[in-house]
T-cell receptor
Framework: NAGVMQNPRHLVRRRGQEARLRCSPM?????VYWYRQLPEEGLKFMVY????????ESGMPKERFSAEFPKEGPSILRIQQVVRGDSAAYFC??????????????FGEGSWLTVV | AQSVTQLDSHVSVSEGTPVLLRCNYS??????LFWYVQHPNKGLQLLLK??????LVKGINGFEAEFKKSETSFHLTKPSAHMSDAAEYFC????????????FGKGTRLSVIA
């Protein structure tokens, strides 16, 4: 059973371009979470999605950021018009059920975005 | 609301000596607590978790942590450090209520000296 797969692992974008980060959850997992790690910081929650639904996006910046988890295919975190402050590691995690049942969530290896 | 304070940003120990990484938490609800480890440019690996069962939790690679409600602490320990333990360690709290997300501490970087 493959783990949570993220790609690309490393992405370089110029200011103003778009960044798309993809996450394929573990097999059988329908709950996906995105976290951002800024340099020298812990991970900060961004968004929680279930298939075709956004459950909690309280950690998402109001502008330029969006996330989806379609019925088919991976979850996508999209950042439009990137700025230098978006440079960070973006981690995806998945679980078979929601947080509330005490389930462990499993993290991918992250996507490192560098904005130049 | 939930929060986590990792009391040391960097801990350095000699190989073969004990490891202690300190963590204090606050939570409006009964918490679940976790320790994750992150090796350089890698993802996070779960070391152990506390979810209201036994207060002394044993994890992988010889690590363990004790939940102390009166002290709101969840310190991570290991009797004898190995070189391979050098990494970043994150203490994480989640309230056992609804879909509240994981809240991470800022991390403690563990260095192991030969």
């Amino acid at each position: 059973n493959a783990g949570v797969m993220q790609n690309p692992r490393h992405l370089v974008r110029r200011r103003g371009q778009e960044a798309r980060l993809r996450c394929s959850p573990m097999k059988g997992h329908s709950h996906v979470y995105w976290y951002r790690q800024l340099p020298e910081e812990g991970l900060k929650f961004m968004v929680y999605l279930q298939k075709e639904n956004i459950i909690d996006e309280s950690g998402m910046p109001k502008e330029r950021f969006s996330a989806e988890f379609p019925k088919e295919g991976p979850s996508i975190l999209r950042i439009q018009q990137v700025v230098r402050g978006d440079s960070a590691a973006y981690f995806c995690a998945s679980s078979p059920q929601a947080y509330g049942s005490g389930n462990t969530i499993y993290f991918g290896e992250g996507s490192w975005l560098t904005v130049v | 609301a939930q929060s986590v304070t990792q009391l040391d940003s960097h801990v350095s120990v000699s190989e073969g000596t004990p490891v202690l990484l300190r963590c204090n938490y606050s939570s409006s609800y009964s918490p679940s607590l976790f320790w994750y480890v992150q090796h350089p440019n890698k993802g996070l690996q779960l070391l152990l978790k506390y979810t209201s069962a036994a207060t002394l939790v044993k994890g992988i690679n010889g690590f363990e942590a004790e939940f102390k409600k009166s002290e709101t602490s969840f310190h991570l320990t290991k009797p004898s450090a190995h070189m391979s333990d050098a990494a970043e360690y994150f203490c994480v709290v989640r309230a056992n209520s609804g879909n509240t997300p994981l809240v991470f501490g800022k991390g403690t970087r563990l260095s192991v000296i030969a």
